[in-house]
């Protein structure tokens, strides 16, 4: 089956540094990708649309100059949290879809702590 | 609206009982709905579609649009069934809403 890796798995980043998180497609390519975050024993929260190739696509109250999203090949997108706040603290996750299939394949997700 | 509901965020059984997991939709259109599972430190992924009328691991979830419906069911719950289960709705441009997620927790 498809295959989407997520680097780094966990990172811990002072108040008011950036940090990248990376998603990439292993066996497959993925003109859309998603990213989510997901609190402590909640939902997935759909944050953005990323689009190889154009501008990503923001849900409604994401701020899109405080979560950057490049989707520079067919294979990879990254999400940097600029300026990160205790707040951003969270786990996220990105998918990415088999264009044959309404399917998602998930990465193993990227839990950010801001201290 | 597009929304997707899960009524219960944790459903307790015992071992050997039957489980049933809810799900509503809300949709305009023809709806192409998904259960995933999230296992503990695992990756979410696909449990079912309701397209392909599978049955995976003992489950089975029947769409019913009268009634807005893909509850997932299983005769006999495993504890090896605990875990998270969130109902999926496919929104076009490959775009998928989840449920709030129902935790299932199977006892011993």
């Known amino acids: 089956g498809a295959v989407v890796s997520q680097h780094p798995s966990w990172v811990i980043c002072k108040s008011g540094t950036s940090v990248k998180i990376e998603c990439r497609s292993l066996?497959?390519?993925?003109?859309?990708m998603f990213w989510y975050r997901q609190f402590p024993k909640q939902s997935l929260m759909l944050m953005a649309t990323s689009n190889e190739g154009s501008k990503a696509t923001y849900e409604q109250g994401v701020e899109k100059d405080k979560f950057l999203i490049n989707h520079a090949s067919l294979t990879l997108s990254t999400l940097t949290v600029t300026s990160a706040h205790p707040e951003d603290s969270s786990f996220y996750i990105c998918?990415?879809?088999?264009?044959?299939?309404?399917?998602?394949?998930f990465g193993p997700g990227t839990r950010l702590t801001v201290t | 609206a597009q929304r997707v509901t899960q009524p219960e965020k944790l459903l307790s059984v015992f071992k050997g009982a039957p489980v049933e997991l809810k799900c509503n939709y809300s949709?305009?259109?023809?709806?192409?709905l998904f259960w995933y599972v999230q296992y503990s430190r695992q990756r979410l992924q696909l449990l079912l579609r309701h397209i392909s009328r599978e049955s995976i691991k003992g489950f089975t979830a029947d769409l019913n649009k009268g009634e807005t419906s893909f509850h997932l069911k299983k005769p006999f719950a495993q504890e090896e069934d605990s875990a998270m289960y969130y109902c999926?709705?496919?929104?076009?441009?490959?775009?998928?809403?989840f449920g709030a997620g129902t935790r299932l927790f199977v006892k011993a």
């Open positions: 998918s990415a879809p088999v264009s044959y299939s309404y399917e998602q394949y």
């Open positions: 949709y305009s259109g023809s709806p192409e």
């Open positions: 066996d497959f390519q993925a003109t859309t």
């Open positions: 999926a709705l496919f929104t076009g441009g490959f775009k998928t809403i």
